[in-house]
């Protein structure tokens, strides 16, 4: 028998079934479920309510488990394997993302799937709590305070100055966003870092020349 033989002989064996025996379909899919559970519960408590998405949520848990039940496939038989990857490569996810933190779930839940349809239990298990302590840890780090849109409509832009110097005392550093003139009146927006906000929109509304005074606040991206 020569070296192409042989060859031939494991890659044809490779097409013979695999026997996976029930205990471990059942513990695989015990396990995924209850990490499934884990999951769906720290994505409700994690999660902020404005963009919580029940059906979502769901989706995920039962993302973990319908990937094992693949895995375990792909595992009895080549065949399958090749005829899944083939038809898996198809499929186009069309949702669209809200919140990047949906992502690394989405993904924690494929894995996790993965991991217990390879029969790996403590890798997935382990997984799980070091992904949930990392996300908890990062969470609740400390942040620079977010600046604030200071929207002024002023009667006049000659009244630019008193009014930049006016903020300067409350911030150090004020940047012009915007500035509109319309029909001789002069709209700005300014971005603030101040401690005292109240004050800060009461002594701007009682300078000369302004009509309106508005204090915005934001959540985006914090700039450094």
């Not at 209850?34 to 989706?59: D, E, G, H, P, Q």
Request: glycine letters at 6%; hydrophobic letters at 50%.
């Amino acid at each position: 028998m020569n070296f192409q033989d042989v060859f031939k002989k494991s890659f044809l064996e490779g097409f013979t079934s695999m026997d996976i025996s029930a205990g471990r379909v059942m513990a695989a899919f015990a396990v995924t479920c209850a990490l499934a559970l884990y999951i769906f519960i720290i994505y409700r408590v994690m999660t902020r309510k404005s963009f919580y998405s029940k059906s979502f949520n769901v989706a995920l848990a039962a993302l973990s488990v319908i990937t094992a039940a693949i895995i375990l496939a792909m595992q009895s038989n080549l065949v399958i394997s090749l005829g899944m990857v083939g038809a898996l490569s198809i499929i186009r996810f069309r949702t669209a993302i809200k919140d990047p933190m949906d992502l690394v779930f989405l993904f924690w839940s494929i894995s996790v799937g993965i991991i217990c349809g390879a029969g790996l239990y403590e890798v997935a298990v382990l997984t799980s709590l070091v992904v949930t302590a990392l996300i908890l840890v990062l969470e609740n780090l400390p942040v620079s305070r977010a600046p604030m849109m200071l929207v002024v409509n002023l009667g006049s832009p000659d009244q630019e100055e008193a009014l930049l110097d006016q903020v300067r005392e409350y911030s150090r550093f004020p940047r012009v966003k915007s500035r509109n003139i319309s029909g001789g009146k002069l709209d700005m927006v300014i971005e603030v870092r101040v401690k005292k906000e109240a004050e800060l929109a009461k002594t701007v509304s009682e300078l000369e020349g302004v009509e309106s005074v508005a204090l915005i606040s934001h959540d985006g991206e914090v700039t450094f």
